[in-house]
């Protein structure tokens, strides 16, 4: 397999509302992570951080311009790569420990990182037997309701347990936007892994329903508008409880 280099390695684009989207466009979309950039008048914020093979501070200059929190949507391998290159990095209590002390089995790296899931490998000396995800533990710690305030925008951290224990979305009011990590995407969801919870996962995808949407950016898979939103949870829970 060709070896991609680190410069080819990001790709990124504007996607409205002062929001950049990132992606690795060498690993395959399934597995590709959507890294979402929100400029803000104080600080920016950086929704979830990929597979940190190559690092987002050096070949993505949009990530330091200003001060930057580090959002985890939750603590899955492709989420939380580079996490440890920023200086504030938030997550929910209930994965507070993954993220400290993040190993291959409970970032899901086993069985999931294998040669299959790129279609160039990494630069450098990359293995994926050998790959791991750098311990980044938390700077702030929050709960459903607390919210990420970048100055003139405020996004609300609503818990969202079912894909993880401590998965959370971001909801911005002001804008109708909301980030909704890997519990509600325009693709297969998982809810399987070794901790997902089905009853937790209803209730969440019932809750963020009624939420008035008018743009959401997942965690995989292209954004789409609340139309689209509300048919894929209906039809999901209408699968899931008949």
């Known amino acids: ?26 690993i395959k979309e399934f597995y ?24 987002l501070r050096e070949y993505v ?10 959002v985890a949507s939750h603590t899955h391998f492709d989420h939380i790569g580079c996490h440890h290159e920023f200086e504030e990095r938030v997550v929910h209590r209930d994965e507070v420990d993954l993220l400290a002390a993040p190993t ?8 999931y990182v294998t040669d299959d899931i790129f279609t160039k490998l990494p630069p450098g000396a990359y293995s994926s037997a050998e790959y791991a995800v750098n311990s980044a533990p938390a ?4 709960d459903d309701g607390d919210v990420i305030d970048l100055g003139d925008r405020v996004f609300e951290v609503i818990h969202t347990p079912g894909h993880s224990p401590g998965g959370i979305a971001l909801w911005e009011k002001a804008s109708g936007i909301l980030f909704s990590g890997d519990l509600v ?29 008018r743009v959401v950016h997942g965690g995989h898979f292209p954004s789409y508008d609340g139309a689209r939103h509300r048919e894929i949870i209906r039809a999901w829970l209408d699968e899931k409880t008949g």
């Open 104 to 111: 291959r089995l409970n970032t899901l790296a086993e069985p």
């Open 139 to 142: 700077t702030r710690i929050v």
């Open 1 to 26: 397999m060709q070896i991609a280099t680190a410069e080819t390695w990001y790709e990124t684009r504007r996607v409205g509302d002062d929001i950049t989207y990132i992606g690795e466009p060498f």
């Open 61 to 70: 200059p949009v990530v330091t311009e200003k001060t930057c929190v580090c």
């Open 185 to 213: 995407y325009d693709g297969p969801l998982i809810e399987d892994l070794f901790h997902s919870d089905m009853n937790d996962y209803v209730a969440s995808m019932k809750r963020l329903l009624d939420v008035p949407v």
């Open 32 to 55: 590709r992570c959507n890294i979402w950039h929100v400029r803000g008048r104080d600080r920016d914020m950086l929704v979830d951080s990929g597979m940190g093979v190559v690092s």
